[in-house]
């Protein structure tokens, strides 16, 4: 006989996850029902809303339908009516937003006035109706519209019409953009068709004095101005006249807006934080001077060198560096930074810490294409002078302080990092820069080298052009190649060696030309060293270097820009630009007191 023990034992019971899952399906199940309880509610109320507000847009036309013709309208708008734009109506027990819009239409059957056909414009009216639940959070509202004649002619008498256009940047017609016209106690709120035109045929006389808004979410807007709004400037677009019986066109531009990123980089691509700038640009809105419709005094890049302007105006934009902490060496692209409508785009602003004078220039051809690898002299009477290049960096060195002031890396124009003492950076007796050791009795050491301190591009994001150097006039007298160079490049700072080699990537080669051609095997190294050697096959001469430069090329190299900084001489300068296809321009006299910005043009070779 089985027990009562072993008897319960044998019946089977739902275990934790078999009652966790059946809990699970009926949770779901429960959920579809309820769901589904729920949208057949919000379609029947839904759709009982949509019943009651048909009926108050069939009221709504009746009542209008049975008014005298002249008095549809609404008030202080055109037409002139008794009719409100908005008025709430209740019906039970919910409140409903009436918005009404009136236009006078101009049928061509009898001509129009954009034709110069009909000088009475408002043959009949075109009613608009729209109704919204106040409190039903209803997305798109319920219309309705309706034509109503008069039996007797129209007439325009001391009014005319104002047609409103409003495109795009490409002047594409914008459609359903919204007109806010206000003036001459009259307001217009409506929006523009399917060809970003808005007819106001019917619209009183008045000089300059209709004050009309323009805007669509998500694009820029426009608006006329008044004389006033700008000093002494011009308004672009005034105020609106509408004469007796002529029609008035008036012209908007609206788009989507754009972005810049701003990045603050020194001449080695190194970003520069807290950069305090002034920037104008945009759309023109003003004459005489010139009015831009943006325009900040002091905004700064953040601590990596950037700063986001959003929502602008397509258009020319210039920036310029604040204070005198830092001065503008240049852009990238070049200034002035034109972007487009609904774009994003980035410009690099190369700066340079401020000199008391100093010299950008921007050389362009005769259609304001800025051009590259153009040489450009600054002549500051012999021998000071200085090259660079258009469209390229360059890391300048033209002074090397002596033992015991040598550097491990290169530093603000100085350092090197060790020689053979046979030669000298001299200042004191010409030719300055560095050259040969005098040994007394009109007498130099034969031969010489310096190696340089190391040169630190920033990153791989380098292509080595030019080594260049400037000798004095005297190498003349001092034989054949009396200054000769090798370069060595690394990817570490430390390497355990620097490789010098020639432009032939041999030891045994040297770059013996000023503005020669270095070796692509250098290319994509961040780090660089030089060695100079002097030499002279006539012991009372020496050959003499006072500048060496470093021609590159990165992502923020300038295009069609140069910079010359701590210019010494303020008056009596002379540049001299050269460019291959050109025909070689000469500024003599120049003065450079202060900082200054230039822009000059090239006329091509015939």
Known sequence: MQSLSEKYKSKKAFSLLETIISIGIFVIFASAIYTSIQYIYKVVYSSRIQIIETAVLNEQVEIIRNMKFADVGVVSSTPEGVLSRNVVVTRNGIDFLVTRSVRNIDDPSDGTIDTGTDIHPNDYKLVFLEVTCANCQQAVP??????????????????????????????????????????????VDDTTD??????????????????ITVDKVGLTDDQTSSSTDFGGATPVNEYATVNDQQLTNVYFQIDTPSNILVKTLNTACMPVPNVSLSVTGGAIVANNPDVSSFSVNDVSTDGSGEHNFNDLHWGNYNFVVNGGTYNLVGSSPSLPFNILANSSQTISLIVATSTGSSLSMIVRDGEQNPISEAKVTLNLGEPSESIKYTGLGYIKQNSWPGPPYTYEFYNDHYGFWGSDNNVEYDTTNLPYGIKLVFIGNNVYQTSGWLESATFDFGSTDVEYVKLDWIPHVQHELTGVNPVYFQIATSNSSTPDSWDYLGPGDDPNTYYTLTSQDISSSNNGKRYLRYKMYLHTDNAEYTPSVFEVDILYVQSCSLPGQVYFDNISSPTGNTITIDALGYQTKSITNVTIDNNITTTTYLTSSP
């Open 194 to 211: 399917n060809y970003g035109l808005l007819r106001i045929p019917d619209l009183p006389a008045c000089y300059k004095c209709y004050k």
């Open 142 to 187: 319920l219309s309705i519209s309706t034509y109503l004649g008069d039996s007797f002619p129209e007439n325009t008498a001391n009014s005319g019409a104002l047609f409103v256009n409003v495109k795009d940047s490409n002047n594409n017609p914008v459609k359903s953009a919204n007109v806010h016209l206000t003036g001459n106690n009259k307001i």
